[in-house]
Structures are given as structure tokens and as C-alpha cells.
């Protein structure tokens, strides 16, 4: 029982530790209260010493004075180490401004979803998303507007996709979108989509109305393909020039993926 208790205690997380600190001090002062006299016990027993009560008042009071004030300091610095490293973890997978995932953190977790998707023989699209003369935006409105359409263009993404695809930030106005399970077909429909919804917002900042739109390379796997996730970015970024080259705002399947939707 002690040693489960222990392990639930060490498996918590900084926010479950800093709403259940009391809780937690108390257990901790049970236990060492417990221990306590569990050891005079069995030095009393081993020595032959007389078992007094005055002894195991003894054993008892000192940890119930202790072991409050010494846990309670030593849960309180686990729980401020716990938050700087989720702190840390969060800044190195989430973009700041976005709130989307960091190109590392894509690059990570979308090989390890085309990984999955290889071994199940399901279907993966990749898309990269570009945002059209986001320099002119920059230099018209400056780079505070420039991160208000960032932001704007991040949340479109987020309302339009699956609970099971995945959405990064590359760089600059540069995004992807992993889509596990999805057909070349599927993937066109939903990248219309999210297409659309940015032709169609409008980002106000200041006394300003901006509009914009993205362009979009789309690559896929399909059945007993093996790729990595990097040359299926290569492919989806080569299909985004080809967007950005025949007039922007559209979305453009690689040829292989051109080919099945006819």
C-alpha cells in the first residue's frame, strides 16, 4: 500500500500537485509518522530495551513536527521544477505566436504519424501552405499586422481540421498540415476548404481591413509506398511553387496525386 502510494505520488503532475498540496503534505507526515514507529518498534524488539510510551510519543511527535514544514518546502520546489520544464517542452513544441506546433515538433511527430499510417496500409497527405505576398503585408501594415493575420490564418486551420491531423508553423507564413488516413480526394476537399475560409476572412488592424489568401502544395502516400516525412515535404513544396507559379490562391497536387483525381 506504501509503495503504490508512492508511485501515485511520483506520477503526478505540476498541476495535480500544486491543487492537492495539503493533501499531499498530510500523506507525506502519515507516512513518516508511520515509519517512525515501525523502526522504534522494531529497534525496542531487536534491543530488548522495555517498550515505554514515552518512547513512541517520542517517535510519533517528532516527524508530526518535521515532516510538515520540510515536505511542504520539498513538494513546493518539485512543483516549480515540474512547471519551468513543461514550460520548456511547451516552448520547444508549440509556436508562441500561432499557438500551433514548431517545425521541429512537426517534423517529429508527422514522421511518426506517416510511420503509423505505412504500417496500418492507410493513406497520409502532407500539404504545405503559403501565404500569398505576405511580404506586402508586412511592409504595408507592418509586422504587427503581418502577426495579426498569422494568428488569424492559424485559427482558420485549427477550426477546419480533423481532431486527427496535425498543424504546424515551418516559418514565417509558412505552414503544414499532416492528414493521417486521407486520400489525395479527401485532402483537395478539405484544403478548398481552409482555401476558402482565408480568401473570405478579413483581419482588422488599426483603422485597417486586411484581406489575403494561402496557396497550397499537396503530396500523399498511398498504400506500400515507403517515404519519409521529409521527401514528402520536398514533394508538397515543390507542388506550392507550382501553386505560387500558375497564379496563386489555388491548391496543387503533386503529379502523382494529380493523376488519381481524374
Same mark, same amino acid.
Given at each position: 500500500?506504501?509503495?503504490?502510494?508512492?508511485?501515485?505520488?511520483?506520477?503526478?503532475?505540476?498541476?495535480?500537485?500544486? #491543487?492537492?498540496?495539503?493533501?499531499?503534505?498530510?500523506?507525506?507526515?502519515?507516512?513518516? !509518522?508511520?515509519?517512525?514507529? !515501525?523502526?522504534?518498534?522494531?529497534?525496542?524488539?531487536?534491543?530488548?530495551?522495555?517498550?515505554?510510551?514515552?518512547?513512541?510519543?517520542?517517535?510519533?511527535?517528532?516527524?508530526?513536527?518535521?515532516?510538515?514544514?520540510?515536505?511542504? /518546502?520539498?513538494?513546493?520546489?518539485?512543483?516549480?521544477?515540474?512547471?519551468?520544464?513543461?514550460?520548456?517542452?511547451?516552448?520547444?513544441?508549440?509556436?508562441?505566436?500561432?499557438?500551433?506546433?514548431?517545425?521541429?515538433?512537426?517534423?517529429?511527430?508527422?514522421?511518426? !504519424?506517416?510511420?503509423?499510417? #505505412?504500417?496500418?496500409?492507410?493513406?497520409?497527405?502532407?500539404?504545405?501552405?503559403?501565404?500569398?505576398?505576405?511580404?506586402?503585408?508586412?511592409?504595408?501594415?507592418?509586422?504587427?499586422? $503581418?502577426?495579426?493575420?498569422?494568428?488569424?490564418?492559424?485559427?482558420?486551420?485549427?477550426?477546419?481540421?480533423?481532431?486527427?491531423?496535425?498543424?504546424?508553423?515551418? $516559418?514565417?507564413?509558412?505552414?503544414?498540415?499532416?492528414?493521417?488516413?486521407?486520400?489525395?480526394?479527401?485532402?483537395?476537399?478539405?484544403?478548398?476548404?481552409?482555401?476558402?475560409?482565408?480568401?473570405?476572412?478579413?483581419?482588422?488592424?488599426?483603422?485597417?481591413?486586411?484581406?489575403?489568401?494561402?496557396?497550397?502544395?499537396?503530396?500523399?502516400?498511398?498504400?506500400?509506398?515507403?517515404?519519409?516525412?521529409?521527401?514528402?515535404?520536398?514533394?508538397?513544396?515543390?507542388?506550392?511553387? #507550382?501553386?505560387?507559379? /500558375?497564379?496563386?490562391?489555388?491548391?496543387?497536387?503533386?503529379?502523382?496525386?494529380?493523376?488519381?483525381?481524374?
Amino acid at each position: 500500500m506504501l509503495n503504490r502510494y508512492l508511485e501515485r505520488l511520483a506520477n503526478l503532475d505540476y498541476k495535480t500537485r500544486e #491543487q492537492q498540496r495539503v493533501k499531499i503534505v498530510i500523506g507525506i507526515t502519515l507516512v513518516a !509518522l508511520v515509519m517512525s514507529l !515501525l523502526i522504534t518498534f522494531a529497534i525496542l524488539l531487536v534491543t530488548g530495551n522495555e517498550m515505554q510510551p514515552i518512547i513512541f510519543i517520542i517517535a510519533a511527535v517528532a516527524p508530526a513536527l518535521i515532516s510538515p514544514l520540510t515536505s511542504w /518546502h520539498v513538494v513546493n520546489l518539485i512543483i516549480r521544477v515540474q512547471k519551468l520544464e513543461e514550460q520548456h517542452r511547451k516552448l520547444a513544441t508549440i509556436d508562441d505566436l500561432t499557438g500551433l506546433l514548431t517545425r521541429r515538433a512537426m517534423l517529429d511527430q508527422g514522421e511518426a !504519424l506517416l510511420k503509423l499510417c #505505412q504500417r496500418n496500409r492507410q493513406p497520409f497527405a502532407l500539404a504545405i501552405l503559403d501565404l500569398d505576398k505576405f511580404k506586402a503585408v508586412n511592409d504595408q501594415y507592418g509586422h504587427a499586422g $503581418g502577426d495579426a493575420v498569422l494568428k488569424t490564418f492559424a485559427a482558420i486551420m485549427r477550426r477546419d481540421m480533423r481532431a486527427s491531423d496535425l498543424v504546424g508553423r515551418l $516559418g514565417g507564413e509558412e505552414f503544414a498540415m499532416a492528414l493521417p488516413g486521407t486520400s489525395a480526394e479527401d485532402a483537395v476537399h478539405l484544403l478548398e476548404r481552409v482555401r476558402l475560409d482565408t480568401a473570405a476572412a478579413k483581419v482588422t488592424y488599426l483603422e485597417h481591413r486586411i484581406q489575403f489568401t494561402t496557396s497550397v502544395g499537396l503530396a500523399g502516400a498511398r498504400g506500400l509506398m515507403v517515404e519519409n516525412f521529409a521527401s514528402l515535404l520536398k514533394r508538397a513544396d515543390d507542388a506550392l511553387y #507550382q501553386a505560387k507559379e /500558375h497564379g496563386r490562391n489555388q491548391v496543387v497536387p503533386t503529379g502523382l496525386e494529380m493523376s488519381g483525381l481524374h
